[in-house]
Structure formats: structure tokens, C-alpha cells
């Protein structure tokens, strides 16, 4: 071996000696970074080793190159560690310098949640999604020909009287609208059939507020139109969507009623839930529990909206947010929805 080669080996064997004693007195990281500078550098001592066996016999090479490369990968290695070790150490230090007491108790953090009314009404659009309704909306301040006319409802008609009407005092033609049912309107003249919509929105009627009644409450029109609709499917519907709400043995009841839009009208009543029909306070002792209005879209509304009544039929109806939100979560008095009262929310 020529004295090259051997002055070499002697040169990686005490930089592979000094090493370790070197590494484990850089105890902060600019100490290492010299250190990494000084052996692996561009012109670190052993760069310069690898560097001077390429000018070396092969055999050399095969001999001398993988104890340069092992030293390097070990070198390589050894540093990382030592690195993660100072910032382990350092981050340690800072933890014990701050004085925390681990066992206290966390600063509890508030967590919201929906509005009953907003659950409930989620989950009657919900349901009603699943059987391919989809969700529209109308604006809350109506004109009298949708919130009335449209609907069969003609300025004499006594089923005004029904529906007490807040009027804007300086814009008489407009009002609050005291139903959806206007947006059924909207959506027959902004679409054609077939037509499947759930309609939520507020709504607002000029009455005294009692225990069930407020003067702003929530509703979910349905509406139904395509070729050879019938009364079935508004039964099949209605049926499929109370027992989704309130459990599948939910007893109901079809009662005839009237509406000016709709022809035939049907009220649906079902069993009372609080005491299984045998009569009770809440369902003031007829076993029963008024649910919604709904029917055959009558033939003037269509005639309204400019649709041949021959060639499409539809079903509504219209349902009370709180009545369904006061029956599933047990609340007694309507004006609990609205007060706001944290007691009361955080347990919903
Ligand atoms: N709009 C009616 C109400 O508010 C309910 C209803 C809707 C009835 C659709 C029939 C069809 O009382």
C-alpha cells in the first residue's frame, strides 16, 4: 500500500476516533452545525477523503471506499440524533420552567347547537329529501295575490278572517305572509312540472299568543305535481313521513276539512303521543293531536299559474314546526321556543 493511501487510512481512522468524543461535547446546535460543517461540508475532512479516492486504483477504491461511505452514513446518522436529543432537552427545559400544574381542570370550552325548531324543521326536510322533495324558499314579506288570490283566496273570501293578516302600514299591498303556501305559487310559475318541493320558512299571523300560539311560528309546505297524481299518494306520503318523525307505529287519522286551495281538503291527525290515545291534557282529552292541512291542488290554482288542470294534478300540504318540536321533545308551552332562555336550550 503506498504512503498515500496509507496516511488515508490514518486520517479516517482518528476522524472516526475524535468523533464521537467531539459529538457528545456539542451540547447547544450551532456546536453541532460546526462539527457537520467540519466533516461533511464542501470542504469538510471527510469530503476531502472521499474526494481523493476517486483519484485512487480501483482496488483501492474497493477497499477504502465503503469505510469512507459507512463512516459518513454514521456520521449522517449520529448528528440527526444528537440534534433531535438538544431540542427534546430544550423543550423539556421549557416545560419545567413554566409552573404548570397538569392535574387542573381544563377551561371548559361552549359548545352551540342548533335551535329545536331548526332540528325539527332539518329533520322534516330531511325526510321529505329522501323522497326526492328539494327545498325551496319565498320571501317573507308577500304581496296579497300570492299569499291570497293566487291560491283561490279572493279579497270577500271569509277564510281571510281565518288567517289575521299583519299589513305593512305604509305599503298596504304588502303583508307578512301567513302561510307557505305561497311559495307553491312561486314554483308553479318559476318551473315546470313535475314539481316535488318542501317549502320551510316563517311564518306570521295577527293573534293573541297563548300556550300553542304564537303570532311568528314555522312551517313546511309540500307540493306535489305530476301526471295522474291522487289522493293515495298524498296519504302514502304523508303516512311515510309522520312515521319517519314520530316512530312506525304512529296511529293516523284522515279528516276531511277545507281549504280554498285545495279540492278534495284533509286535515291529518295523529294518535296522541303523550298518552297513547287515551285522552289526555294535551290532546284535550280526544286521544288525537291536529297535525297539518293538506289536499288535491285545487283546479283554480293551477288555472292561476297557467297550467291545463286536465293534464296535471298535484297534492299539498302545509305542517306547524313547533307543534311537531313541541310533541317529539315534550315542550309545554310554545313561547319556551322563543325566549332564549340557556336553561332551557342547553337541553336540546
Ligand atoms: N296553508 C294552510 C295553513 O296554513 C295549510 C295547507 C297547505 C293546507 C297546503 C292545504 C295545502 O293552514
Redesign the pocket.
Known amino acids: 500500500m503506498a504512503a498515500s493511501q496509507k496516511n488515508w487510512k490514518a486520517r479516517l481512522a482518528s476522524l472516526e476516533k475524535t468523533a464521537a468524543a467531539s459529538l457528545a461535547r456539542a451540547d447547544v446546535a450551532p456546536k453541532l452545525e460546526k462539527l457537520q460543517v467540519r466533516w461533511l461540508g464542501r470542504k469538510g475532512l471527510l469530503t476531502q477523503l472521499l474526494k481523493e479516492l476517486s483519484r485512487m486504483s480501483l482496488a483501492d477504491r474497493r477497499t477504502l471506499g465503503p469505510l469512507a461511505h459507512r463512516l459518513k452514513t454514521d456520521l449522517t446518522q449520529q448528528i440527526e440524533e444528537r440534534k433531535k436529543r438538544l431540542r427534546r432537552e430544550s423543550l423539556q427545559k421549557k416545560l419545567q420552567d413554566i409552573s404548570l400544574d397538569s392535574s387542573l381542570p381544563g377551561v371548559p370550552c361552549a359548545v352551540g347547537s342548533l335551535h329545536p325548531i331548526t332540528q325539527v324543521e332539518r329533520e322534516i326536510v330531511g325526510v321529505l329529501s329522501r323522497l326526492g322533495f328539494s327545498v325551496a324558499q319565498g320571501p317573507i314579506l308577500e304581496t296579497d295575490e300570492y299569499n291570497f288570490q293566487a291560491l283561490n283566496i279572493p279579497p270577500d273570501h271569509p277564510a281571510r278572517d281565518l288567517q289575521d293578516t299583519f299589513y305593512l302600514a305604509d305599503h298596504p299591498q304588502l303583508l307578512l305572509r301567513t302561510?307557505?303556501?305561497p311559495v307553491q305559487i312561486r314554483m308553479l310559475r318559476a318551473h315546470r312540472p313535475p314539481l316535488r318541493i318542501a317549502a320551510p320558512g316563517r311564518v306570521f299571523r295577527h293573534e293573541a299568543t297563548d300556550a300553542s300560539h304564537g303570532a311568528v311560528f314555522h312551517?313546511v309546505?309540500g307540493l306535489y305535481v305530476d301526471r295522474r297524481v291522487c289522493l293515495a299518494d298524498l296519504k302514502s306520503t304523508l303516512a311515510y313521513l309522520f312515521r319517519e318523525l314520530l316512530g312506525p307505529s304512529t296511529l293516523l287519522r284522515f279528516r276531511p276539512s277545507y281549504?280554498p286551495?285545495?279540492e278534495p281538503?284533509a286535515e291529518l291527525d295523529v294518535g296522541c303521543l303523550l298518552c297513547g290515545g287515551q285522552g289526555c291534557s294535551v290532546c284535550k282529552k280526544s286521544g288525537w293531536l291536529e297535525m297539518?292541512?293538506?289536499?288535491m291542488v285545487h283546479p283554480k290554482v293551477f288555472e292561476q299559474a297557467g297550467y291545463s288542470g286536465s293534464e296535471w294534478s298535484g297534492f299539498?300540504?302545509?305542517m306547524s314546526v313547533e307543534r311537531l318540536a313541541m310533541l317529539k321533545l315534550r315542550i309545554p308551552d310554545i313561547r319556551l321556543l322563543y325566549e332564549n332562555d340557556m336553561r332551557f336550550l342547553e337541553q336540546f
Do not use: R, V, Y
Not at 297539518?292 to 289536499?295: E, I, N, Q, V
Open positions: 302561510h307557505t303556501s312551517q309546505e281549504f286551495f285545495t281538503s297539518l292541512g293538506a289536499g299539498a300540504f302545509g
